[in-house]
């Protein structure tokens, strides 16, 4: 198991920026791949960013690309999501998730589906 706590979510205007800390702890080194979701009320999970361990591959949805900034430690222990120019519309709850390197599910970055672990949230409101 692979506990995930996020840290760092908070009420912003919009234009702000905030950053979001994901703290892995237990057997990390299982990890293959840690991601950053969101789920506002009344809409589905969205995957906003994932970070990979072996090849450092890092993806974005469109909706934050050059907006939003994932990185880790080398150890994957930790993954942060620098968050710039917040809009009302990034207003949602963020989730880490973790992928393990077993893990036998169909592998698809920003499918929720594709992740083994699962941080409790965090909230992110951006105020107009």
């Known amino acids: 198991q692979v506990p995930l706590v996020e840290s760092g979510g908070g009420l912003v205007q919009a234009g702000g920026s905030l950053r979001l800390s994901c703290a892995a702890s237990?057997?990390?080194?299982?990890?293959?791949?840690i991601a950053w979701f969101r789920q506002a009320p009344g809409k589905e999970r969205e995957g906003v960013s994932c970070i990979g361990r072996s090849d450092g591959n890092i993806y974005y949805a469109d909706s934050v690309k050059g907006r939003f900034t994932i990185s880790r430690d080398r150890a994957l222990n930790t993954a942060n999501l620098q968050m710039n120019n917040l809009q009302p519309e990034d207003t949602a709850v963020y989730y880490c998730?973790?992928?393990?390197?077993?893990?036998?599910?169909?592998?698809?970055?920003?499918?929720?589906?594709?992740?083994?672990?699962w941080g409790q949230g965090t909230q992110v409101t951006v105020s107009s």
């Open positions: 237990g057997d990390t080194i299982c990890i293959s791949a």
């Open positions: 998730a973790a992928r393990d390197r077993n893990s036998q599910k169909p592998w698809i970055y920003s499918d929720y589906s594709s992740y083994d672990y």
